[in-house]
């Protein structure tokens, strides 16, 4: 004989992000089938991100700098980035 889960109840609403993080950070979306429903969305990326890794002593000169401009460190990146690269311009 197969043992049903104990599923226990989803809350109508979460008090806030952090309630709602909790909850299900210990609870299965698949065991609300009927808490759901399918949506359609259209995407368009406008822009791709890249990750590299830079050594961690230019990581701090470039988020001293980031922060001394109120910018963020990507931006900052970016920016220098295009500035020595002439294909970048």
Known sequence: MVKKKHVDPMPEEFASYEEAAEFWDTHDTTDYPGAFRTVEAM???RRRRYEIEIDED???VL???ARQKGVTISHLASDLL???LPAAK
């Open 43 to 45: 995407v368009e990326f």
């Open 58 to 60: 230019v990581a701090r």
């Open 63 to 65: 988020r001293a700098q």
């Open 82 to 84: 295009r500035q020595q």
